[in-house]
């Protein structure tokens, strides 16, 4: 089992402030997300979320996680894509750190977004 500690914490302190040059909103959103994630997560398998590890987030997850955002929480669509980029940003980050992972999180990467009405201007 990889601990997913580790990893995220680089990837919210180093890669997206640092190496992607993100802002601080964008750095608290994605924060929120994985907040929001692994709540469920530990939900789900009765663990805290200290206990989970990289393995648990799968492409299953990600999407029983996606459908309880809309149902559960009330959020609208563009705020599940939202959700969605930042596990999509992050795995694709996993990707390189740890290559036993890279089926999963191909997986992951083909969930869809959902498509949204865009205002007109």
Do not use: W
Not at 58 to 64: E, N
Not at 92 to 105: A, C, H, I, K, W
């Amino acid at each position: 089992m990889i601990a997913i500690a580790p990893h995220i914490s680089a990837f919210l302190r180093e890669r997206l402030p640092l190496q992607r040059g993100a802002s601080v909103h964008t750095c608290d959103s994605y924060a929120c997300s994985f907040l929001l994630l692994f709540e469920f997560a530990s939900r789900r398998f009765g663990v805290t979320p200290s206990a989970l590890s990289l393995e648990h987030i799968d492409a299953a997850l990600v999407m029983d996680f996606l459908a309880y955002l809309e149902a559960g929480r009330g959020n609208s669509p563009s705020t599940r894509n939202v959700r969605l980029a930042a596990i999509k940003s992050f795995m694709r980050f996993v990707e390189y750190r740890v290559p036993s992972l890279l089926e999963q999180s191909r997986r992951i990467l083909a969930i869809p977004t959902k498509k949204t009405d865009q205002p007109l201007i």
